[in-house]
């Protein structure tokens, strides 16, 4: 499971919450080579949109839960969905080419784009889907300091 604590910088609509949270992987491999990875000139701060089932307002320091199965199910979604209908699209294109009497090249193309079109449009339909969206969603499971003072935008420190 995927743990965060944050601060809630904005409610959306009663049910959900704008949340700012630490990237725990920032800086987690800062000046462990010569080379360092860099992430200390990024911001580590990520907003995220939240389900808000406990009511959180703005200034509440919060614990946000994803779930792993969540997380892989929305993954899957993301970026298996698109690329197995483009798959699919493509030996459909290979097939139906001898029926329009065009090469298996030119048929396997048309049905990859094709499939690709229809994999983008299926998730961007699944991410638009308020039943789907609100299962993999992240969810707020406890307000940890009710009202805090929000704190001030800076720029990310280097591991410190």
């Known amino acids: 499971m995927a743990d965060h604590i944050g601060f809630v910088i904005k409610n959306d609509s009663g049910k959900y919450a704008q949340v700012i949270t630490n990237r725990k992987s920032a800086c987690g491999g800062c000046q462990s080579s010569p080379h360092s990875c860099g992430s200390c000139l990024t911001n580590s701060k990520m907003e995220s949109r939240v389900a ?58 048309g049905g990859a784009v094709t499939g690709l079109v229809i994999g983008y449009t299926a998730v961007i339909g699944f991410d638009r889907s308020q039943r789907i969206r609100r299962r993999i969603m992240p969810t707020i499971t406890a307000i940890l300091t009710p009202k805090v003072d929000l704190p001030k935008t800076e720029k990310a420190s280097c591991c410190g």
Do not use: C, K, Q
Request: charged content about 10%; aromatic content about 8%; hydrophobic content about 55%.
């Open 52 to 109: 808000n089932p406990l009511g959180a307002e703005p200034g509440d320091l919060v614990e946000v839960r994803l779930s792993s199965g969540n997380l892989f199910a929305g993954a899957a979604i993301l970026y298996l969905l698109p690329i197995l209908v483009l798959m699919l699209g493509a030996f459909l294109g290979t097939w139906a080419s001898t029926l329009f009497g065009v090469t298996e090249i030119s048929g396997s193309i």
